[in-house]
């Protein structure tokens, strides 16, 4: 199908401001997306829908929920500014128990890394491919503008990273862990009619179950992640391992509840240490108890 006017529009947005971003210093590219933020907070766009995210959840007091909205519109600027620039260099970066991922591969089951749209989901597939050149594996939903999805594609390629789309994902997943290999999930979005109720934020709502089922039957390592961008411009990225749930005299079905639990409790907890890091406040992630539309 021939590409839209407007995903032609928004493919060229988005190379322009990949050159204006990449011509700038880092430091004054990050300052740009933090105005940049400050404007589309100014503006309401998707304020609405962060609003009955945060009130639903119910974690923080109306004046706490305010100051979190502002922090994360500026931060997701920083973020889009750090993605665009498309540097060949790594930006500034420290990471922590770097060694674990090696250490799980040599037990040859493979590994998954779950992820959240939580900090620079991105930057992990270049810090990854870094590091394991031609091991890592990113599962992803195609995108509407197949021009920004061609363009993605070609930028996680480059870092030595294979897409794995979802209408061929289980195939390629079990592959690729048969091969002693990485496969990045992110587990926090509302996978539709795929997915079963589970405690999320505190919350019962719809939530991804394949991680859970492929951790169960394939006895993979699990590898919670993730990269945070801090006010001295420098990430921290921080690798953990999730322990393996009790599950012992537990039907299949409660073992896969069971992990599934615990990877949405370890994202939970992310996201309550640090909410305005979360880019999935802006997502209808509650959308069987919310009426989005107002």
Known sequence: ?????????????????QILLSL????????????????????????????????????WTPDEEHRITKELYRMMGRYAADFLRGSARLPPHRVHNLELIQQLLDKGKGVIVIL??????????????????????????????TLVDKWLARKRAAASVETIYVDQALRKIYQALKKDQLVAILIDQHPGSQGTMAAFLGKKTCTIRTVAGL???????????????????IYDVVISVAPQPDI??????????????QHNDILSDWIKKHPEHWFGWFHKRFRESIKYKS
Not at 2 to 14: D, G, R, T
Not at 31 to 52: E, M, N, P, T
Not at 216 to 224: N, S
């Open 24 to 59: 700038l210093p880092r430091k004054t590219a990050l300052s740009f997306g933090a105005v940049l933020g400050k404007c589309l907070y100014a503006s309401g766009v998707y304020r609405k829908i962060v609003r009955k995210n945060m009130e639903f959840v119910n974690l």
């Open 215 to 233: 951790v169960h039957k394939t006895g993979c390592a699990v590898l919670p992640t993730y990269a945070l961008l801090r006010d001295d411009n």
């Open 116 to 145: 959240g749209h939580f900090g620079n989901w991105e930057l992990l597939a270049d810090l990854f491919g870094s590091h394991f050149c031609g091991l890592l594996n990113v599962v992803a939903k195609p995108m509407r503008n």
């Open 248 to 261: 012992a005299g537990k039907t299949d079905e409660e073992a896969i509840t069971a992990l599934q639990t």
């Open 1 to 17: 199908m021939p590409n839209k006017v407007s995903h032609i529009l928004e493919y060229l947005l988005l190379r322009l401001l």
